[in-house]
T-cell receptor, first 115, second 113 residues
Framework: DGGITQSPKYLFRKEGQNVTLSCEQNLNHDAMYWYRQDPGQGLRLIYYSQIVNDFQKGDIAEGYSVSREKKESFPLTVTSAQKNPTAFYLC??????????????FGPGTRLTVL | DQQVKQNSPSLSVQEGRISILNCDYT??????FLWYKKYPAEGPTFLISISSIKDKNEDGRFTVFLNKSAKHLSLHIVPSQPGDSAVYFC????????????WGAGTKLIIKP
């Protein structure tokens, strides 16, 4: 069964701690993305990666970091520098990135609450 | 500056009737538009898309219309079913956003029995 998995579904952390959100896909997709969703807003792009060992900042990258060491995995670290980290985080992938980007497939999301 | 706007936060429609969800955009360079459906606490799922060279695309109960001169996109669902109750997002991409999707804020569709 192909798809995107994100773990955990709910995550609680104390203020000032770094936390890493997992995203794994077995769709053999080249491109992967991290979005953040806040209530009443659309999805905002944090980081994206079009190919292994390469990634680009999105619109709201400050306070976040990523790595793309394997095609299947694109973990997101929410650092203590992120001013308002409590949100719903969504990971997605697409077959290609760049001009060939079309449909993105999403994981179930991780709700992060910083206490 | 919101490039993709969904001005109706919510919409209520009777089961069996047509649901029309609207989306306006400001960037004339957008070349591809998509609609996604999202249930609470889940990731969005792709519904239907349209290229800027077309003005209509149909898939079963879902039809997307594109009016480039008005910079307006709409999603029609006919007939509406209870399972259609969800939040609907429109998204668009262009070369000047490195082909990354720009998302609207979403419209919550409620189908009344």
């Amino acid at each position: 069964d192909g798809g995107i998995t994100q773990s955990p579904k709910y995550l609680f952390r104390k203020e000032g701690q770094n936390v890493t959100l997992s995203c794994e896909q077995n769709l053999n997709h080249d491109a992967m993305y991290w979005y953040r969703q806040d209530p009443g807003q659309g999805l905002r792009l944090i980081y994206y990666s079009q190919i292994v060992n390469d990634f680009q900042k999105g619109d709201i990258a400050e306070g976040y970091s990523v790595s793309r060491e394997k095609k299947e995995s694109f973990p997101l670290t929410v650092t203590s520098a992120q001013k308002n980290p409590t949100a719903f985080y969504l990971c997605a992938s697409s077959i290609y990135g760049g001009p060939l980007t079309d449909t993105q497939y999403f994981g179930p999301g991780t709700r992060l609450t910083v206490l | 500056d919101q490039q993709v706007k969904q001005n109706s936060p919510s919409l209520s429609v009777q089961e069996g009737r047509i649901s029309i969800l609207n989306c306006d955009y400001t960037n004339s360079m957008f070349d591809y538009f998509l609609w996604y459906k999202k249930y609470p606490a889940e990731g969005p799922t792709f519904l239907i898309s349209i290229s800027s060279i077309k003005d209509k695309n149909e898939d079963g109960r879902f039809t997307v219309f594109l009016n480039k001169s008005a910079k307006h996109l709409s999603l029609h669902i006919v007939p509406s079913q209870p399972g259609d109750s969800a939040v609907y997002f429109c998204a668009a991409r262009s070369m000047d956003s490195n082909y990354q999707l720009i998302w609207g804020a979403g419209t919550k569709l409620i189908i009344k029995p």
